[in-house]
């Protein structure tokens, strides 16, 4: 123990003082904060509400993303196979299918012919394309009109 000395009141005379050694970092560290149990828990519950919907919205968004990519490839296909159809005009010739690659993903494709309702003359030409994605199934359809071969079309108005 340590005794200091230091001035009275009125300025006369000094006084003892007992000086404790680490006496301010004692104060100090009795005023730290710290969590109580209720917020510990609080905070863990708020965390365990949290963490399981921030993952499945990162997963969400990564299907989405991956969907989008494949869906521009599969559109890419379906119109490529579909204006081949129509300039070698192989699409009267029944269904067709295939797979085909774009992007190091496998597609499969299928080229169809019904008559349309408006015009018997006519032909609907459709070129579906499946891929799938995280498991899941998808299909993207284009659709376009094509004459019959030698059929001439007598409905045209002025």
């Known amino acids: 123990m340590k005794f200091a000395t230091r001035k009275n009141n009125r300025g006369t005379g000094i006084l003892p003082v007992q000086l404790r050694a680490g006496t301010r970092q004692a104060r100090r560290r009795s005023h730290c904060a710290a969590f109580t149990l209720a917020e510990v828990l609080a905070a863990m519950l708020f965390l365990a509400i ?19 990519a494949r869906k521009g490839a599969a559109v890419r ?4 196979i579909l204006n081949e159809s129509l300039v070698l ?17 496998a597609l499969r494709w299928t080229l169809t012919s019904q008559s349309w309702p408006e015009d018997s003359t006519m032909q609907v030409v459709t070129a579906e394309v499946r891929f799938s994605a995280q498991g899941k199934d998808y299909a993207v359809k284009l659709d376009t009109l094509a004459s019959l071969p030698g059929a001439t079309n007598m409905n045209l108005t002025q």
């Open 77 to 80: 296909v379906a119109d490529r």
């Open 50 to 68: 949290v963490i399981p919907a921030a993952v499945e919205a990162m997963h969400l968004a990564s299907l989405a993303g991956e969907v989008a």
């Open 89 to 105: 005009t192989n699409w009267s010739n029944g269904t067709q299918s295939g797979t085909t690659s774009e992007g190091g993903q």
